[in-house]
């Protein structure tokens, strides 16, 4: 997965270059993420996929199966995706979409923050996050809650690079560690 993320990286640099060249900064990477992300979903459906792998199918084609669905694209828009068709790197439009939310949330100074915990979190609970988290880094904070059971208690949170884990099932595996060594 990190891998993917490395070679999505520089597309999603492109694409957030391409629209901070435009005069309307906000609203051009707002169009871009928008259909990124209309186009990450294509990608990510099975059919396509194997349709991007076959031999027969060239990257102009490969880029009119997006197209189709996700709609139509700018001219920079069908540059990059014929780009991507070029390079075989349609699959990873998921990763350049993911990577370009984050610039796009850093340009307007948001954090993204995933939060997993064992059990679904109440309201209160979700404020309590965002505030703390909001304090710890200054800036605002959006965060993306799922549940995850195999935490067996307690909470993640991922902001960036920076992974707090107080979940049950870490302290077990550090108990465990600790009780080997």
């Not at 391409?18 to 169009?31: D, I, Q, R």
């Not at 390079?87 to 993911?98: A, G, I």
């Not at 309201?123 to 809650?145: E, M, P, R």
């Not at 307690?154 to 884990?165: C, L, T």
């Amino acid at each position: 997965m990190a891998e993917r993320a490395t070679l999505a990286r520089p597309y999603a640099e492109a694409a957030f270059e391409v629209a901070s060249e435009s005069g309307a900064f906000a609203e051009n990477l707002g169009l871009w993420t928008g259909y990124l992300e209309r186009c990450a979903s294509v990608a990510q459906n099975t059919e396509a996929q194997e349709a991007f792998k076959l031999p027969s199918m060239s990257p102009e084609q490969s880029v009119e199966l997006i197209v189709s669905v996700a709609g139509l694209p700018t001219s920079e828009q069908r540059a990059f995706l014929l780009l991507l068709a070029q390079n075989k790197r349609l699959t990873l439009l998921p990763e350049v979409y993911s990577h370009l939310s984050e610039l796009a949330s850093q340009a307007a100074h948001v954090l993204n923050a995933e939060v997993a915990s064992a059990f679904p979190l109440t309201d209160n609970q979700i404020a309590s996050i965002s505030k703390l988290l909001q304090t710890k880094y200054g800036s605002q904070v959006k965060l993306s809650v799922s549940v995850d059971p195999e935490l067996i208690g307690g909470v993640r949170i991922s902001v960036g690079d920076e992974v707090m884990d107080a979940s049950v099932r870490e302290k077990l595996s550090k108990m465990t560690v600790a009780l080997l060594n």
